[in-house]
């Protein structure tokens, strides 16, 4: 990763985007991945993507997805003394929820206020996980008027404090929303390598940055509509499975360190599987298989669905303590996310189609 690279990575990982508020992410994103591709555009929600023309006339149209969105809070109640309740924004996890701090986006720009966690000695629920409506936020004032005065009010949406932290010499990257930050840093590299190795694709390429993804894939589905693209591939996290307590029997068995992971499944077109999977043998890129037997959860499954079916399979990075501040995925298996999307690219022909044949 170099210094361009990282200051991006950065840069957007700081940058809050609470589901259903993602444009100042967006802007950064879009303004990293201009220089690579031919255009950008943004639709009514703000799902945003950037064009990378082919050289042919009628191509065929591929769609790269990631969400730009992260889980959240948002203000559900304002007490007469100042103390703040909150609804969660997508899958927040209240067990975790209690001694955090958050930064919340209000009208006259952000307030950092932290989530109060009554002492161990006093509290009645002892070890109990709390729910969302037990936590509460403490922002430093008395009273309501005063919370308001901050520019807070009923809806402003919040996103923990917890920034990028690398642990082992560079290794590994710690970050809050690195689901699925890091995809859209996966997809935007992809362009930059195309740009940079001076690959004119046959196919058009969308690199996509979609919205509202922690809510049920919203702006994925809005966008494969408007889009119509011919084939997609979903870049999200999945659960790797190599900390402590987790059985592999269940969850499967996926590591950090050992490249990007393909799920196969009925949402995932088989003929795009195979593409993959090929190419991920001939150019020898690290790769890790994973099954789900109904839906992936992902923006996959609203691609797939959209008009009259579009092929589209999810390739995950994977990821420990999902929708957690300290979400952590290692740097290598984003290179090897980057260098098969690359291959994936440069091995298609205007001629291909991933549609089944009778
Ligand atoms: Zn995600």
Redesign the pocket.
Known sequence: MDNQSSDFLTDYLNTPAPTGYEMDAQRIWSEYIAPYTDEQQCDAYGSTWAVLRSKHKDAPTLMLDA?ADEIGFSIRHIDDNGFVRVERLGGSDAAIGRGRRIRFIGTDGEVIGITGNTAIHIRDDGDKAPKVWDLYVDLGCDSREEVEALGLRVGTPGVYCDGPLMLNDGRRLVCRAL??RLCGYIIAETARALKEQGVQPEWNIIFANTVQ??IGCVGAGMLAFNLAPDAAICL??THATDSPGLDKGRYGDIRLGKGGCLCYGPACHPNLNARLELLADKENIPMQRETTGRSTG?NTDAIYRARAGVPATCFSLPLRYMHSPVETADLHDVQCCIELLVAFIKSLKCSDSFHHRL
Do not use: G, K, R
């Open positions: 969400h689901d699925d993804e922690e999200d996290v992902t």
